[in-house]
C-alpha cells in the first residue's frame, strides 16, 4: 500500500509547470495589450491601486523643486517676466489678426456644419515626470478621465506642439511625444502650402519629414505647420523647423531632419486641446458600393492567372 | 538539504521565517524606490529592486513568495512605468523561477557567491525586456542599461543584511531570554 505523504510535502504543480502557465500568461497579456488594446480596463484600475505609492515617491523631487522655485532670485523673475510682457505685445497682433481670419473661416465654413479646423478650447495641465519608460519618453500630466481627457488629444506648449494623449488614468494622462518613434502629424510647410507627413525620429529633438521627393522646394528654416487635414490636430500649430535638407539623386526621396518648435525638455505646464474632433467627411466610395473592392480583387486575380 | 550545506547565518535565519509583514514592507519600499523620479541614463541604469527583493525572498521564503506574486509585481511595474501591459511580469516570472531552481545552491555561498548567482537572474531579467521592447521596434536605450544588473547585484550584499536584521534582532532576544 502506498502511503499518502504527509500535507507538509503537497507543495502544488512543479516549478517549471508554473513557469509555463505564467509566461503563457505574461505573452497573452502582452499580445492582448499591444494588439487589440483589450486591457485599458485593467491597467486603469491598477493605476488607481499604484498611485498612492507613485505620487508617494514623485513627492520628495516635486518638492524639492517647489523650494527651489521659491528661492528662485527676484532677479531671474524680473527678467523672465519681461520677455513674457514682450512676447505678449508680440503676440497680441497675430492674435487679433488670427481672430478675424478664424470669424471669416467659421462663416465660410457655417455651410458645411462641425468643419471648424480651429481649436480653442483647451485644459492647462502640469508635468508631474517624465515616463520611467526607458525604450520612449514620455511626459505625465496631472489631467486624467476625471478632467475630461481622452486619448489622442492634442498637447501644445507655448511654442508648439508637444504630443498627443496616449494613455488616459483616472487623474493621470501621459503624452507620446512628437519626438518619438513612428509618433506622426500631417504638416504643411507655412512657406509655400507644401503638405507632408513628420514622424518622429525616436531621437531627442529631431523630427524627419520622410518621403518628400527630391525635387520638393524645402529649405533650410521652412516652419511646419499642422495641415488639419487628419482631424486630430487642428490646423496651424507650428510643429517644427527645418535644420537639415540633404538632397542626394542616388535616394528617392530627400533627407530632411527638422527640430520640434516645442521645447520637450523643459516646460512645467502644457496645455491639452479638448476641442471635439472635426467631423470628417465619409470617404466616398464607402457607400457607393460595398463588393466593388472584392469584384476587383477577383477580377484582378483572374487577369493573372493566365 | 542538510543544514550544514547552508551557511551559518542563512541556517539562523530560515529557522525564523520573515513575517509577511516585513515581506510586504520591503516590497513596497522596492516599488517607491523604482517609482522615484528617474530620468535620462540614470533611468536605463536604474537597478531594479523590486526584481532584488523579489529574487531574495523566493530564495529565502520559497513557501509565501513565488511566481503568482512575481507575476502581479511585474504588472504594477510595468503599470507605474506605463510600459506594454506584461513584459515585466515575463521578466519576473523568469527569474523567480531561476531563483527557485538554484535556491539551496545560492543558500550553500557566502554573500559575494551569491551576488553573482542572482546577478545572472537579474541580466536575464533585464535582456528579457531588451529583447521584448526591440521585438516592438523600440530603440535600445545605451549601455547604461547594462549598468542595471550589475547595480542590482551589488545591492544584494547590503539588501541580505538589511533584511535580516529583523531576524536575528528577534533571535538574539530569544536566545536571551
Do not use: C
Request: hydrophobic share 50%.
Amino acid at each position: 500500500m502506498i502511503r499518502e505523504p504527509p500535507p507538509f510535502f503537497h507543495r502544488g504543480p512543479s516549478p517549471l509547470a508554473r513557469l509555463t502557465f505564467f509566461a503563457l500568461l505574461a505573452i497573452a497579456t502582452m499580445i492582448a495589450d499591444h494588439r487589440f488594446g483589450a486591457l485599458e480596463a485593467v491597467r486603469l484600475s491598477l493605476s488607481v491601486l499604484v498611485a498612492p505609492l507613485q505620487s508617494l515617491a514623485a513627492a520628495p523631487g516635486a518638492a524639492m523643486s517647489r523650494v527651489a522655485e521659491y528661492f528662485s532670485s527676484q532677479d531671474r523673475l524680473l527678467r523672465e517676466n519681461e520677455e513674457l510682457r514682450a512676447k505678449v505685445l508680440e503676440y497680441a497682433a497675430a492674435a487679433q489678426q488670427s481672430k478675424l481670419l478664424a470669424a471669416e473661416q467659421e462663416s465660410l465654413l457655417a455651410m458645411t456644419p462641425g468643419r471648424s479646423r480651429f481649436a480653442t478650447d483647451g485644459v492647462l495641465a502640469e508635468v508631474t515626470s517624465y515616463g520611467r519608460n526607458p525604450f520612449s519618453r514620455k511626459l505625465v500630466l496631472d489631467k486624467g478621465l476625471t478632467q475630461g481627457i481622452k486619448a489622442g488629444m492634442p498637447v501644445i506648449d507655448g511654442e508648439g506642439v508637444v504630443g498627443q494623449v496616449t494613455a488616459v488614468g483616472t487623474f493621470t494622462s501621459e503624452v507620446t511625444l512628437v519626438t518619438e518613434k513612428d509618433q506622426s502629424v500631417p504638416v504643411m510647410l507655412t512657406r509655400n502650402g507644401l503638405r507632408a507627413i513628420a514622424v518622429g525620429s525616436g531621437k531627442d529633438g529631431s523630427i524627419d519629414v520622410p518621403f518628400m521627393p527630391v525635387s520638393a522646394d524645402i529649405v533650410n528654416g521652412d516652419l511646419f505647420v499642422t495641415s488639419g487635414i487628419d482631424g486630430t490636430y487642428p490646423a496651424g500649430l507650428v510643429v517644427a523647423r527645418v535644420t537639415a535638407v540633404e538632397k542626394n539623386a542616388a535616394y528617392m526621396f530627400a533627407k530632411i531632419t527638422a527640430r520640434p518648435a516645442a521645447g520637450v525638455d523643459n516646460h512645467r505646464f502644457v496645455r491639452i486641446l479638448t476641442a471635439p474632433r472635426p467631423a470628417l467627411p465619409a470617404p466616398p466610395e464607402a457607400r457607393a458600393d460595398d463588393k466593388r473592392p472584392a469584384r476587383d480583387r477577383s477580377a484582378a486575380k483572374g487577369r493573372r492567372a493566365p | 538539504m542538510r543544514p550544514a550545506d547552508l551557511t551559518p547565518v542563512a541556517r539562523d535565519v530560515m529557522k525564523l521565517p520573515a513575517g509577511p509583514g516585513l515581506i510586504f514592507a520591503s516590497l513596497v519600499g522596492a516599488y517607491l524606490f523604482n517609482s522615484l523620479p528617474w530620468a535620462g541614463w540614470a533611468l536605463a541604469a536604474r537597478p531594479d529592486l523590486v526584481l532584488v527583493v523579489l529574487v531574495f525572498w523566493a530564495i529565502h521564503q520559497p513557501g509565501s513568495v513565488g511566481q503568482g506574486l512575481a507575476f502581479a509585481l511585474g504588472l504594477a511595474m510595468d503599470v507605474g512605468d506605463s510600459m506594454l501591459l506584461g513584459q515585466h511580469a515575463l521578466a519576473y516570472v523568469i527569474a523567480t523561477y531561476g531563483a527557485q531552481v538554484l535556491r539551496v545552491r545560492v543558500l550553500s555561498f557566502p554573500i559575494l557567491e551569491q551576488s553573482l548567482h542572482v546577478l545572472g537572474l537579474f541580466i536575464g531579467a533585464t535582456v528579457v525586456v531588451l529583447l521584448l521592447n526591440l521585438l516592438l521596434g523600440a530603440s535600445p536605450p545605451g549601455l547604461a542599461m547594462a549598468l542595471s544588473p550589475l547595480v542590482a547585484a551589488l545591492a544584494w550584499g547590503p539588501l541580505t543584511w538589511l533584511l535580516y536584521l529583523p531576524g536575528l534582532r528577534r533571535m538574539r532576544r530569544e536566545s536571551a531570554a
